[in-house]
């Protein structure tokens, strides 16, 4: 049933109790993931940095941000802009910048520098191999004629309806091949399904042809998987008490009555017990997406020591209640918000934690590698939505909801009980690639993530026939071959270290074995059964 909510303020305790209580007397089996690895952390670990500490290392990289261009031997029209910084336990930190050229922003321009705890650079990540440098920055196209080319683009692609764009941007285009002048447009709408619409095409400012497109509104299809009774956050307001959580910075749920645009109502209650576990209840929705926040925020804190979306201790909102029968989910960066959609006949509101963690780890993937939401890089983005997604799931220990790797088993989108994905055989939904192949990066992003799922999975649990929380699994590789898992723990560690210090926003799967490994070395050696691990991973869903 859909969960019934009491108190203020709350912790997992009860669901947590409930859940230990009811795999023990279960007596489940699980794979590699069962012994994690509780030893103490690596010095290539993260450290956990407060919103203060980490707006001061913010501070100190704008400060010497002209040094460090010079360091790494950037042009002098060439600027760099801090987004991000990331610390290690050996004073290691790396800093994610985008750069700018001339004054205009560089698309793909973006690179993350390592910093010895001595101050000298040990090495430059960058999503853009060549030298940034364009002939001229004056445009030939008029932004009239490129705002029309994307309304056109837009409409061609029959996913945007009502077709609007905004004025267009002069950029540098670099995130694929010889860098050119061009003009970003943003053309709002909406999509075929009833999810706004926020498509960026990309024109050559000379000539007007398209160089790339991708669409801004992240999202993914969700179940209504009910955790039963829980505690969630809530404060005393002016009317009663409000749905908002000051413990996990000040995290708020809105209702938006069936409505598609603007904020929504702040959801309050008379009496801080809220919903009825009933669909009909207009805060048993939001009940579920307050949960399903909390505990995306207490994984990324515990397991990460990332405190909040962007690290910076603040945190997102919630909107329930999107449109009316809308079967879907969606994360905007724009509004810092995740928007739930009621489902069919308005009956199965989309607000599970997994589908939480799903849209608010697209956050988290907009403010560290951003990778753009289109081939290769979109299908990175998309499953590393679902690969934290499942964590969540694992870290919650929700009794209602026993962990697995499975992505919207309860929802019956396909009307046999069969989930919409498979993490250990992703090919089992009729669509999702297994493997990686010459055509990955024009298949869409929702069945491209299945390399990666794929990869997760083996590198989490290894090949093979096996038996996880009752859930039995049976997952092969591109070439035959045995893979040993390491265990999620350690697996879902070196997703997060790469997504944070290695990848970019052109980061396509070859990039994303180099930088997997590269985290894994970082935190467990070169020669590690966990670097190992890695590459015989991707090896088995053929990324060599």
Not at 200 to 222: C, M, P, R, S, W
Not at 303 to 316: F, L, P, Q, S
Not at 502 to 526: N, P, V
Request: hydrophobic share 35%.
């Amino acid at each position: 049933m859909t969960p019934h909510i009491s108190r203020k303020r709350s912790t997992l305790a009860i669901a947590t109790a409930v859940a230990a209580g009811a795999l023990l007397a279960g007596g489940l089996t699980t794979g590699a993931s069962a012994q994690p690895d509780r030893a103490a952390a690596p010095s290539g670990a993260p450290v956990a940095l407060s919103s203060t500490a980490r707006a001061d290392l913010l501070q100190d990289a704008n400060a010497e941000k002209a040094a460090t261009a010079e360091k790494i031997g950037l042009g002098g029209k060439e600027k760099l802009v801090v987004r991000d910084v990331v610390k290690d336990r050996d004073g290691t930190t790396h800093t994610r910048y985008e750069r700018t050229y001339d004054g205009l922003p560089v698309l793909g321009g973006d690179l993350v520098v390592h910093t010895a705890k001595s101050g000298s650079v040990k090495s430059v990540t960058k999503a853009a191999k060549a030298t940034i440098k364009v002939a001229s920055t004056s445009a030939k196209v008029a932004t009239t004629s490129a705002a029309k080319s994307a309304e056109s683009t837009a409409a061609k692609t029959g996913d945007t309806k009502k077709a609007d764009a905004q004025a267009p941007r002069k950029v540098v285009w670099a995130a694929s091949g010889k860098p050119v002048l061009a003009h970003e447009t943003v053309v709002t709408g909406v999509q075929k399904d009833g999810t706004p619409s926020k498509l960026h095409v990309i024109t050559d400012a000379a000539t007007g042809k398209k160089l790339f497109q991708y669409q801004a509104i992240e999202n993914g299809a969700g179940h209504s998987q009910y955790s039963g009774d829980v505690e969630v956050g809530s404060k005393k307001g002016s009317n009663g008490f409000d749905l908002t959580d000051d413990s996990r910075g000040g995290h708020s749920t809105y209702d938006l009555a069936h409505g598609q645009s603007g904020e929504g109502k702040l959801v309050t209650d008379d009496d801080d017990t809220w919903g009825t576990g009933k669909p009909e209840d207009a805060q048993t929705a939001a009940v579920d997406a307050a949960y399903g926040a909390q505990l995306t925020w207490d994984y990324y804190k515990g397991v990460h020591g990332r405190e909040g979306i962007k690290g910076d201790g603040k945190g997102a909102t919630s909107r329930v209640h999107y449109g009316k029968a809308y079967v879907n989910a969606f994360w905007d960066d724009s509004c810092f918000c995740m928007t739930y959609g009621d489902g069919e006949g308005d009956k199965k509101p989309l607000t599970s934690m997994d589908v939480a963690a799903h849209e608010m780890t697209h956050g988290v993937t907009a403010a560290t590698a951003n990778m753009e939401y289109s081939g290769e890089s979109g299908g990175l983005n998309e499953a590393t939505s679902d690969i934290f997604a499942a964590a969540v799931e694992f870290n919650a220990k929700n009794a209602e909801d026993v962990p697995d790797y499975m992505v919207g088993e309860k929802i019956d989108i396909n009307g046999d009980g069969s989930p919409l994905r498979y993490m250990d055989k992703p090919s089992k939904d009729g669509n999702s690639l297994d493997n990686w192949s010459a055509d990955a990066g024009n298949v869409d992003v929702h069945y491209s993530s299945g390399i990666a799922n794929h990869f997760f999975y083996l590198l989490s649990e290894g090949s093979g026939a096996k038996e996880i929380n009752g859930v039995k699994y049976d997952s092969p590789t591109a070439d035959g071959s045995k893979v040993e898992g390491i265990g999620r723990d350690k697996a879902e560690k070196i997703w997060f270290k790469a997504l944070t210090t290695y990848f970019t926003t052109t980061t396509d799967y070859k990039a994303a074995r180099e930088g997997t490994l590269k985290a894994a070395t970082d935190l467990y050696g070169a020669d590690s059964a966990e670097a190992k691990g890695v590459a015989a991973a991707w090896t088995g869903v053929n990324v060599k």
